[in-house]
């Protein structure tokens, strides 16, 4: 289980690498001067191999999941992280979303954890979906999926409390926790849709959020063509636009390059394949001269070792 929890954290930081010199590009730009190799500089101007809040945050999920489920400690350590001493790639934050913003603002002030994260549809950005991912391995052994409902529900909500916010890490969530049974991706993507489709049989969940679901729930989304996938910073494209990219390669590599190469929001979309095709596809399968280029590698493999326990 080590190496599935090494190459899902490896992967997620490493997609989030190699999209952040590129991060607000467009598809039309990235076409003509695709991202082939991780570079550094670019957007936000950081050396190669730096990841943004996005892997910063999941470190900080896996942190306290180190210690157990404590949804108050999860919340303090995205805190910390924004006060700058915990899971910085270099001791500062240089890029955060505004609804993040907000809910740390209001966990600072001393709110319950689950109640920080915003409520309104406005509220849909990809900032919980793309820190979920170390959730999975907490979950790996639970059978009851109204208890991994309710778990991702309100680490989601610590910062994104809209149900389709909530749903949409709920979905990823169900897909990573088949792929870590060593099913084939297309088998692992259709057990997601009936576990998710049966689970929605006896709730009464708003139908039009649902509907939203459907490329995903019952159409096969890795069938749509490129021009009909999105990379902006809205939750529901990025949950897509990471199961298109995933479905449609064949190596770790190939995934993480095809999602960056989607263009805008491209180190979460990067993230998020990522993560994915890491604990598919396997450490050994990750090209080395990205891990050894990715900053704090050393403290990562630290992570997964002690998130292994």
Not at 64 to 90: M, Q
Not at 149 to 158: D, N, T
Request: net charge negative; glycine share 8%; with cysteine.
């Amino acid at each position: 289980m080590k190496n599935k929890i090494e190459s899902g954290l490896f992967g997620l930081a490493i997609g989030d690498a190699l999209g952040v010199p590129v991060e607000f590009k467009s598809r039309k730009y990235l076409k003509e001067n695709p991202v082939i190799e991780m570079f550094g500089f670019g957007t936000h101007h950081q050396p190669i191999g730096t990841w943004s809040d996005d892997s910063s945050l999941a470190f900080c999920l896996a942190e306290s999941l180190c210690s157990g489920y404590d949804l108050a400690d999860i919340a303090r350590n995205f805190v910390k992280w924004y006060g700058e001493e915990l899971w910085t790639p270099h001791g500062r934050v240089f890029d955060i979303g505004i609804a993040t913003t907000h809910a740390i603002h209001n966990i600072a002030k001393g709110h319950q954890p689950d109640l920080c994260g915003g409520f309104s549809e406005s509220d849909n950005g990809n900032g919980s979906l793309m820190r979920i991912l170390p959730l999975v391995f907490y979950l790996q052994k639970e059978d009851d999926i109204e208890i991994i409902y309710k778990k991702v529900k309100e680490v989601s909500s610590i910062t994104h409390a809209h149900f389709r916010s909530v749903f949409a890490c709920f979905i990823y969530v169900v897909y990573c926790l088949e792929i870590l049974k060593d099913k084939d991706k297309f088998e692992a993507y259709k057990e997601m849709q009936n576990i998710v489709t049966k689970f929605l049989e006896s709730k009464e969940f708003n139908r039009v959020e649902i509907g939203l679901f459907d490329r995903i729930l019952k159409n096969d989304i890795s069938a749509y063509p490129e021009n009909e996938i999105y990379s902006s910073g809205y939750v529901l494209h990025s949950l897509e636009a990471s199961f298109w990219c995933f479905l449609n390669s064949d190596s770790y590599e190939e995934t993480v390059l095809k999602a960056v190469n989607l263009g805008e929001d491209t180190d979460t979309t990067g993230a998020i394949a990522g993560g994915l095709a890491g604990i598919y596809y396997g450490i050994d399968n990750i090209p080395q001269k990205w891990i050894d280029n990715l900053v704090r590698s050393n403290d990562i493999k630290d992570l997964a070792e002690r998130l292994s326990h």
